[in-house]
């Protein structure tokens, strides 16, 4: 989650620094314009197409993670945390 935000920083960030220096440079066609639109919107749809992945990648660990410690207590390797270690022994 910590992940998927800082990329939608990131790279909000950068399209609004391209905005930026868009808007202070005059004389561009429309083409132009329209193809740097374009080049935007792309940036934003890989962008959120990586923050699924990156949630994906991130749930698929807290799941095996979650697996891993089962067994490790079905097998007595690992004790349940008592009630006042769960709070960092307070």
Do not use: C, H, W, Y
């Not at 314009?33 to 923050?51: A, D, G, Y």
């Amino acid at each position: 989650m910590l992940i998927s935000l800082l990329l939608l920083l990131a790279f909000s960030s950068l399209g609004i620094s391209i905005a930026n220096a868009l808007g202070r440079r005059g004389g561009r066609s429309d083409k132009e314009i329209e193809e740097l639109r374009e080049r935007l919107m792309r940036l934003e749809q890989s962008m959120e197409s990586m923050t699924g992945d990156v949630d994906r990648v991130s749930e698929s660990q807290r799941f095996m993670t979650a697996l891993l410690e089962d067994r490790a207590r079905s097998q007595g390797a690992l004790k349940p945390p008592a009630r006042g270690d769960e709070k960092g022994g307070g």
